[in-house]
């Protein structure tokens, strides 16, 4: 018997200890499915780690990062719809600032306020997002 069938029996061995009494029978049932697909895609996940870092073996630290990596919420609707709201005010501003840049006409203080502002929003709620993720 390989280490990777031992650690999986063992595995088995822990869930079978776990209390049944709060589940339902089907409850459990999908609860030990759901384990073992747990188990199935953190093997999948930590081999394809390791492949992206060229080793041949799935190290500790892979295991690590994969674990890491499924573990990972998934951005909510709102902030999806402030990363997009973050997005075009800084780009309207950066492409303002440009185009003040380019033109020799004289510039309109409303403008250069409002591109500065948007600018500013945009930048705050970008950093916001990406601080909010880590």
Do not use: C
């Not at 990972?72 to 997009?84: A, E, F, L, P, Q």
């Not at 440009?98 to 950093?127: E, H, N, Q, R, W």
């Amino acid at each position: 018997m390989n280490e990777l069938e031992k650690s999986l029996k063992q595995a088995m061995s822990d869930l079978d200890k776990i209390e049944v009494s709060p589940f339902s029978q089907k409850g459990f049932e999908r609860f030990t499915a759901k384990v073992s697909e747990y188990i199935f895609s953190l093997y999948q996940e930590s081999h394809r780690t390791s492949r992206e870092s060229h080793s041949e073996l799935i190290s500790k630290e892979h295991v690590d990062l994969a674990s890491s990596k499924m573990m990972r919420v998934k951005s909510s609707k709102w902030t999806k719809i402030t990363n997009t709201i973050a997005g075009l005010l800084l780009g309207a501003a950066i492409s303002n600032v440009f185009s003040m840049a380019s033109s020799g006409d004289s510039l309109s203080v409303p403008v250069m306020v409002l591109t500065v502002v948007s600018g500013i929003i945009g930048a705050f709620l970008l950093g916001f997002n990406l601080m909010d993720d880590l």
